[in-house]
């Protein structure tokens, strides 16, 4: 028996994919009308999968106007950082108070394949836009790796936020040689049980990141 995907599934699929790829631009208002045609999907599906883009950080609807992409705020950065700060350290420290278990050393492998395939990317053609994908996908083990949907719903609704800040910072030659550092001195913290420095360096990596995202958007502010 097919599996029938619901129109405002589908509506939100290929909204957010048509954002993600960047067939979107940033500043233009788009028509709910003619979008839905495209997609041949009624209207009230579509408006219903732009409520729930609304909510995830991706677009921002406009009353009798359309919608159009949600620029990416000071008040997202330190949100999401914020988020990721109180979630990622408590996933991090359960690992580490259960570092010798087989979940936690299977957990730690995937973290380690990750750090590698990004160094990977920095080899003879660098792959920017795969080691920002990656860096992302570091971020989702951990949170993903503790098995707590609530966790995982908070992740997923931010997550392109995320990217954008990621690729954002990472353009910097700074924390682009640093990052895959960062990442795997985590886990040696996790791997030899300390957890009372999880917070501190979880802390440290993240509120670097923000610091720069902070100062590059403040200075495209000043350049406009």
């Known amino acids: 028996m097919s599996h029938i995907i619901p129109l405002q599934q589908q ?58 992409l949600h620029p990416l705020t000071k008040e997202d950065v330190v949100s999401i ?26 957990i730690l492998q995937q973290l380690e394949d990750c750090a590698r395939r990004q160094d990977s990317c920095l080899e003879q053609t660098p792959d920017f836009l795969r080691y920002v994908d990656l860096d992302c996908e570091f971020h989702r083990i951990i949170v993903f790796g503790l098995g707590n949907a609530l966790f995982e719903e908070a992740f997923e609704r931010y997550a392109y936020r995320l990217f954008r800040i990621t690729r954002m910072t990472l353009t910097l030659k700074e924390r682009l040689e640093c990052s895959t550092e960062e990442h795997r001195a985590i886990i040696d913290i996790v791997r030899r049980g300390q957890h009372q420095q999880v917070y501190q360096w979880l802390f440290g990596h993240i509120h670097s990141s923000m610091r720069v995202a902070l100062e590059l958007m403040e200075q495209q502010q000043i350049n406009q």
């Open 11 to 68: 509506a939100y699929d290929n909204l957010k994919e048509m954002i993600v790829n960047e067939r979107l631009k940033y500043g233009k208002i788009y028509s709910e009308r003619q979008i839905s045609e495209q997609m041949y999907i009624s209207r009230t599906p579509f408006r219903e999968a732009l409520q729930r883009l609304s909510q995830d950080g991706y677009v921002d609807i406009l009353p009798q106007r359309g919608f159009m």
């Open 81 to 106: 950082y914020q988020m990721r700060t109180a979630i990622e350290s408590y996933c991090l420290i359960q690992y580490a108070m259960d570092a010798g278990s087989d979940k936690v050393q299977s």
